[in-house]
């Protein structure tokens, strides 16, 4: 199935609100089987409905295998089949592998357990396919070259897959320490492009409105968000090219910056239904225009990133917006020791 890159997996909850695409076009919804699983009378639903009519959506759907949760929540008990089946029954276009993501403070040991059980899972999976529908999604584990190298090299040994995910990004996607942080987290990104030059990459949970240019700018082709809700919950709107922006009294979570006064004026001109319905002072009171907000200024950069792709002006983008923070502006370096490996291979 062909997914115009780069793209966006807007990561919702079975029974979230707001649905931003009754609202506007979206490129796709991303759930988590570990909560269709969790809420019995949604997940009968969903498998007797299927997911698109169930969400009342018609674009592109992934549900994701909810390994992190499963085995965050100590369940680690629950079947490749089981994951298989649901997807049988509820017909996205996509589906996650389950996969034992890894994480900073595993031992040697441990982590070479959880990248062999998620390579396990992977070929059970592709023996239990019963149709082609959903299309699986294997993930790729690693910190190392030399690690991710071979994963890739197991799963071609396993079959032939048209997309390919990398996960465990997410502990250092925003920060430069632990296993290299955000700079390793691109030269990872970068050097499965230079591995896999003709496939679509998808990176997990790194799809911020300027992390997504990041990644995309790495050799990422997709990305999924979960940012545009929890930011907003959190009090924060974004704006395009940006980043953050705190607007509410909330107590604060983390470190957003306030509003200035030329962003302001850029928010006057947003043309989302949330500013034009309610304006500042309605983004300042809901969530849920808050929520709205922030998936349409995602929506949009995605859509201006393909626009810019063709005309070749998104490198000299996101050079610009990426190069006002240090931490971004060091990573672009990082990338460009990669780019022209993996263009060369094109």
């Known amino acids: 199935m062909q997914i115009e890159t780069p793209f966006l997996w807007f990561t919702q909850r079975v029974k979230g609100y707001p649905k931003p695409w009754l609202f506007f076009n979206i490129d796709g919804l991303m759930l988590n089987a570990y909560e269709i699983l969790r809420h019995g009378p949604t997940m009968r639903r969903i498998r007797s409905e299927g997911v698109h009519r169930y969400l009342g959506f018609g674009g592109l759907v992934t549900i994701d295998s909810g390994g992190f949760l499963f085995l965050s929540r100590g369940e680690i008990n629950i079947l490749p089949e089981t994951i298989s ?25 441990d982590a070479k357990r959880r990248l062999l059980k998620t390579l396990e899972n992977t070929r059970r999976m592709v023996e239990a396919r019963q149709t082609t529908n959903p299309e699986l999604i294997p993930v790729i584990h690693g910190y190392d070259e030399k690690t991710v190298e071979y994963c890739i090299k197991k799963l071609h040994e396993i079959g032939e897959f048209s997309i390919y995910g990398i996960g465990s990004m997410v502990p250092f996607a925003f920060n430069t320490k632990g296993s290299g942080g955000i700079y390793n987290v691109v030269k990872i990104v970068s050097f499965v492009r230079t591995l896999l030059p003709d496939k679509v990459i998808h990176v997990f949970g790194v799809g911020g409105a300027l992390t997504m240019h990041l990644m995309f700018y ?24 940006v980043g953050d922006r705190y607007i509410t009294q909330r107590e604060r979570h983390r470190r957003y910056p306030d509003l200035g006064k030329e962003e302001q004026e850029a928010l006057d001109e947003c043309e989302c239904p949330a500013c034009r319905k309610e304006g500042l002072e309605g983004l300042k009171r809901s969530f849920i225009l808050r929520a709205l907000h922030n998936a349409w200024v995602y929506q949009k950069e995605v859509e201006k990133a393909r626009k810019m792709i063709k005309s070749s002006e998104y490198e000299e983008y996101v050079r610009r917006i990426l190069g006002r923070s240090k931490l971004f502006s060091k990573a672009l370096k990082v990338a460009d020791k990669y780019r022209k490996k993996w263009r060369d291979r094109r």
Request: overall charge negative; some cysteine; proline content about 8%.
């Open 85 to 109: 089946a649901l997807y049988e029954e509820s017909k996205p276009n996509f589906g996650v592998v389950l996969d034992c993501p890894l994480a900073p403070n595993l031992s040697e040991e």
């Open 218 to 241: 790495a050799g990422a082709n997709s990305v999924d968000s979960t940012s545009w809700r929890t930011k907003a919950a959190f009090g924060a709107i974004q704006l395009p090219g």
